[in-house]
């Protein structure tokens, strides 16, 4: 990857977009039947595939008395190609970070007592895995009616050629360019991540996050979009019934 120009002289990546340009998303929900939530998301060629199971009881020794405990599970699937599969001990340090992500948003008070399992799979990778898989449990938290204080929308950063790449692409992370994850609570925007897994000047950090949160803004919108589509159109299955 030396030497390799993620910029063109016309200002475009590799991939035709912009430096500020998400890529296309697109996402379903309730794809799972026996799930009480759940959602797939295409963010690029990046695809997720979230389930939540819950509020449910559990035994007093798994239980906290005051607040729901949120159970996060992150796996790639074995077919997952252009990335490496992630491994057991990175599944489970983005599993421990979804977790707490996902504890910024949910209301967990209202269930004391009580656990609310998250399972997420990446089916393929091609950048921005994490980000995707925030944005793939926050759609499944929606579709399974889990109260929340507030959405959570996650976008990744990467500092290349003089300047932020948002939406980063697997060719993009995987030079010597460094990379972040930012998930911020929209209404808010109250930063609730900030994860990257390469060193970076410091004086770099502030422009980076800041635009990564303008990229969570932007994730936001879309996603809002489409879970006010897919009520809609859950509203008239329900009246022509």
């Keep these: 990857m030396a030497g390799l120009e993620l910029i063109s002289d016309q200002g475009l990546r590799n991939d035709g977009r912009r430096a500020d340009e998400l890529r296309g998303i697109n996402c379903r929900l309730g794809v799972l ?17 979230a ?6 009881e ?10 729901a405990v949120i159970n996060c599970q992150y796996t790639t699937a074995a077919f997952s190609q252009t990335e490496r599969r992630a491994t057991d001990s990175r599944s489970q340090q983005l599993s421990l970070q979804l977790q ?3 504890e910024a948003c949910v209301l967990t008070g209202l269930y ?13 990778s091609d950048g921005a895995t994490y980000a995707a898989s925030v944005n793939a449990a926050a759609l499944a938290l929606v579709d399974a009616a889990v109260p929340l204080r507030d959405s959570v929308a996650a976008c990744s950063v990467t500092y290349a050629d ?22 911020i609570l929209p209404c808010t925007e109250r930063v609730v991540l900030v994860d990257s897994g390469s060193r970076f000047h410091m004086d770099h950090l ?21 879970v006010r589509q897919h009520v ?9 019934w």
């Excluded at 389930?51 to 449910?56: E, Q």
């Excluded at 004391?112 to 393929?124: G, H, K, W």
Aim: hydrophobic content about 35%; glycine content about 6%; aromatic content about 4%.
């Design 232 to 240: 809609a159109a859950t509203s008239q299955l329900i009246n022509r």
């Design 206 to 226: 502030d422009g980076l996050v800041d635009s990564a949160v303008r990229g969570c803004r932007a994730v936001h919108q879309v996603l809002d979009t489409k």
């Design 33 to 49: 039947k026996q799930a009480d939530g759940s959602a797939y998301l295409e963010q690029g060629q990046t695809c997720v595939l």
């Design 112 to 124: 004391p007592r009580s656990q609310i399992d998250v399972f997420v799979q990446t089916l393929q």
């Design 162 to 183: 003089g300047e932020p790449l948002l939406d980063s692409s697997y060719l993009e992370e995987s030079g010597r360019a460094p990379s972040l994850t930012v998930a």
């Design 58 to 67: 559990v035994n007093r020794t798994r239980s906290i008395e005051d607040r």
């Design 100 to 102: 707490r992500t996902l």
């Design 51 to 56: 389930a939540v199971y819950g509020p449910h």
